[in-house]
């Protein structure tokens, strides 16, 4: 079981930046793909960004290309999301997540929901324009 709690959204004018970071317990993340997803109010909730076990593959979704960076220190068991140049279409609640990966899945990310297996609570990111 990994229990995930993230932190650090708020209210942020356009143009500014925050940084999101997602705390794991319960197990060690460096087994695990971990991803960044957000929903929108009216809308599903979308693939950000997405991170291999190590690190070592980043991807990040069309619309956030750019401008947010998906990070982790397995050490510090933490994932984190630094947002740049916040848009107003940017505000949603963030959740992090958590997915199980096979030995041979080094350097897999994934994109989809049903791929994770583990997911935070939620923060919510407001960029007023």
């Known amino acids: 079981q990994v229990l995930l709690v993230e932190s650090g959204g708020g209210l942020v004018q356009a143009g500014g930046s925050l940084r999101l970071s997602c705390a794991a317990s319960g197990r060690s993340i460096s087994s695990y793909a971990m991803g960044w997803f957000r929903q929108a109010p009216g809308k599903e909730r979308e693939f950000v960004a997405g991170s291999s076990r190590s690190g070592g593959r980043i991807e990040n979704a069309d619309s956030v290309k750019g401008r947010f960076t998906i990070s982790r220190d397995n050490a510090k068991n933490t994932v984190y999301l630094q947002m740049n140049s916040l848009k107003a279409e940017d505000t949603a609640v963030y959740y992090c997540?958590?997915?199980?990966?096979?030995?041979?899945?080094?350097?897999?990310?994934?994109?989809?929901?049903?791929?994770?297996?583990?997911w935070g609570q939620g923060t919510q990111v407001t960029v007023s324009s």
């Open positions: 997540a958590a997915g199980r990966t096979v030995a041979a899945g080094m350097f897999v990310v994934y994109r989809q929901q049903y791929e994770y297996d583990y």
